[in-house]
Nanobody, 122 residues
Framework: VQLQASGGGLVQAGTSLRLSCTTS????????VGWFRQAPGKAREFVAS????????FYADSKKDRFTISRDTAKNTVYLEINSLKREDTAVYLC????????????????WGQGTQVTVSS
């Protein structure tokens, strides 16, 4: 299983961005997919997770207002939309899969992509 995150870049504060996570090697349509992020010098942080069919989502408490996770099972792709970007959103965003149900525990995710860098300038 391979996951590839994309869509990051250098963006201005206040704008929106949509990240994509595509998979190859095996369909992940039966598993939950999660987004995490890691800023320099900080621990990996859970952002959001979505169930295999997209019907259930789970967000970190601090991420419920500006982050939206969705998936297109036909394309084996999961999206993370970030609105009203802030400088503190600067991080490498990683997607992962593995658990059968949505959750924020990184230990339950078996497969990880390399991530995409998001840098927010003021």
């Amino acid at each position: 299983v391979q996951l590839q995150a994309s869509g990051g870049g250098l963006v201005q504060a206040g704008t929106s961005l949509r990240l994509s996570c595509t998979t190859s090697g095996r369909s992940v349509s039966a598993y939950a997919v999660g987004w995490f992020r890691q800023a320099p010098g900080k621990a990996r942080e859970f952002v959001a997770s979505i169930s295999w069919n997209g019907e259930r989502t789970f967000y970190a408490d601090s991420k419920k207002d500006r982050f939206t996770i969705s998936r297109d099972t036909a394309k084996n792709t999961v999206y993370l939309e970030i609105n009203s970007l802030k400088r503190e959103d600067t991080a490498v965003y990683l997607c992962a899969t593995g658990p059968l149900s949505v959750n924020g525990n990184p230990d339950t995710y078996d497969y990880w992509g390399q991530g995409t860098q998001v840098t927010v300038s003021s």
